[in-house]
């Protein structure tokens, strides 16, 4: 048996997306995105702070109320903002994909 879903985030070839329903193997898949991301590996070769060239560097951020900001490279609270896999917050790669996602720009 292979575990497809945590392989492909393994090797970052998969996003995480919270599922509040089916949390049995949550902390296992949050640990493989969060190292894949980490390492920049799949998908995140092209994405994250160290390798800033306009990709997926928006941090989407989901408030303790349920409200959806976006905060880009430069804002005022950009290097102070952590995506937090467990609270939905996610890598967006355009402002169009965060808009899209209900994600409204954050004070800058």
């Given at each position: 048996?292979?575990f497809v879903n945590l392989e492909l985030l393994e ?43 306009g990709k997926c560097l928006i941090k989407g951020n ?47």
């Amino acid at each position: 048996g292979t575990f497809v879903n945590l392989e492909l985030l393994e090797e970052g070839y998969a996003r995480f997306y919270l599922d509040k329903q089916n949390i049995l193997y949550q902390d296992e898949l949050v640990e493989a995105a969060l190292s894949a991301q980490e390492d920049f590996s799949g998908l995140w070769g092209s994405c994250g702070e160290d390798q800033f060239d306009g990709k997926c560097l928006i941090k989407g951020n989901v408030d303790r109320l349920g409200k959806k900001y976006y905060h880009l490279p430069g804002d005022k609270y950009y290097s102070q903002t952590k995506v937090n896999l467990l609270k939905e917050d996610q890598w967006l790669c355009t402002i169009e994909e965060a808009e899209a996602k209900n994600f409204h720009r954050a004070i800058q």
